[in-house]
């Protein structure tokens, strides 16, 4: 595993990549695509933050991996929490 602790999550377009989603394990970049439904964003994010960890992976078992953390966090209610610019996450348990 990497020992790089900073990392950033930016969303943009990524249609010319022709991809959800990338990471750039040397900036501690991923990238998600913006158009992504709420269970793909989870499953990209993951999967992205697997290459993010483990760089030298292979794309299949990043991709296993990514899919069933995404079943596994869906099924115990994880869900993303959209907020407005400056404001406060809420308080949950
Ligand atoms: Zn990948």
Same mark, same amino acid.
């Given at each position: ?21 990338? +990471?750039? @394990?040397?900036? =501690?970049?991923? %990238?998600? &695509? ?5 269970? *793909? ?11 993010? +960890?483990? @760089?030298?992976? =292979?794309?299949? %078992?990043? &991709? ?5 953390? *995404? ?13 407005? @610019? ?8």
């Amino acid at each position: 595993m990497t020992k790089r602790r900073k990392f950033k999550v930016v969303e943009r377009r990524l249609g010319k990549e022709k991809a959800w989603g990338q +990471c750039t @394990p040397a900036e =501690g970049l991923i %990238e998600l &695509d913006t158009r992504l439904s709420a269970k *793909r964003h989870c499953e990209v994010l993951l999967h992205e933050g697997i290459h993010l +960890c483990f @760089p030298e992976m =292979g794309e299949k %078992e990043v &991709d296993r991996a990514g899919k069933l953390l *995404r079943d596994i966090m869906w099924s115990q209610n994880y869900r993303r929490v959209l907020l407005q @610019p400056n404001a406060k996450p809420p308080r949950i348990s």
